[in-house]
């Protein structure tokens, strides 16, 4: 494919298995109360359709996309990990 200079789509799914009871581990200085735990079995992030090859390999902003949705799971508006471009700023 690379040869041909096609770009093959790649589907990322992301789930999660025994979840529930499960709580998010975070910096206690982000929040004042801690979140609910996961009352679920099951946790599946949305798909995401990744239509271009990158030689960089470089795919922050779709994994920050993923993060900051389980972090919605939690009750929090991103995943503090990554800035609001997508880049990662955790350690």
Same mark, same amino acid.
């Given at each position: 494919?690379?040869?041909?200079?096609?770009?093959?789509?790649?589907?990322?799914?992301?789930?999660?298995?025994?979840?529930?009871?499960?709580?998010?581990?975070?910096?206690?200085?982000?929040?004042?109360?801690?979140?609910?735990?996961?009352?679920?079995?099951?946790?599946?992030?949305?798909?995401?359709?990744?239509?271009?090859?990158?030689?960089?390999?470089?795919?922050?902003?779709?994994?920050?996309?993923?993060?900051?949705?389980?972090?919605?799971?939690?009750? *929090?508006?991103?995943? *503090?990990?990554?800035?609001?471009?997508?880049?990662?700023?955790?350690?």
């Amino acid at each position: 494919m690379r040869k041909l200079e096609a770009s093959p789509p790649i589907l990322l799914q992301i789930s999660f298995m025994e979840m529930n009871g499960v709580r998010m581990a975070a910096d206690r200085s982000r929040f004042f109360d801690e979140p609910p735990p996961y009352n679920r079995d099951v946790l599946h992030l949305p798909s995401l359709l990744i239509t271009e090859y990158r030689d960089d390999g470089n795919y922050e902003a779709i994994i920050a996309e993923q993060m900051s949705f389980l972090w919605n799971v939690y009750d *929090f508006e991103k995943c *503090f990990y990554f800035d609001m471009e997508g880049k990662w700023i955790g350690k």
